[in-house]
């Protein structure tokens, strides 16, 4: 098994930043990939970026220019830089791992951490 915990997330003013740190522990072989998704009130979840192991990442087209994923393998950890902070980017972040532990290739959710975007 896989576990993800996620930290970073709080209060900050419109236009502020944020980097968000998500730590992976257990049984984990590899994570091939990693990426941040976030839900919204009444809104279904969406995906921020994810990246591989070599840092390639990935946006979709209308994540692209403010958040930045990053990752450090060796502490199988994941980042994202969130800038030019909007009350519209207010949601609960969470992380998301493809990985393969012992129990081979799962997909693997952290509980979320929040972030609130006002002034």
């Known amino acids: 098994q896989v576990h993800l915990v996620e930290s970073g997330g709080g209060l900050v003013q419109p236009g502020g930043s944020l980097r968000l740190s998500c730590t992976a522990s257990?049984?984990?072989?590899?994570?091939?990939?990693m990426g941040w998704f976030r839900q919204a009130p009444g809104k279904q979840r969406e995906l921020i970026a994810n990246i591989d192991r070599n840092g390639r990442a990935n946006y979709p087209d209308s994540m692209k220019g403010r958040f930045t994923i990053s990752r450090d393998n060796d502490k199988k950890m994941v980042y994202l830089q969130l800038n030019s902070l909007k009350p519209e980017d207010t949601a609960v972040y969470y992380c998301?791992?493809?990985?393969?532990?012992?129990?081979?290739?799962?997909?693997?959710w952290g509980q979320g951490t929040r972030v609130t975007v006002s002034s």
């Open positions: 257990g049984d984990i072989y590899t994570i091939p990939v």
């Open positions: 998301n791992a493809q990985a393969i532990s012992g129990g081979g290739p799962g997909d693997y």
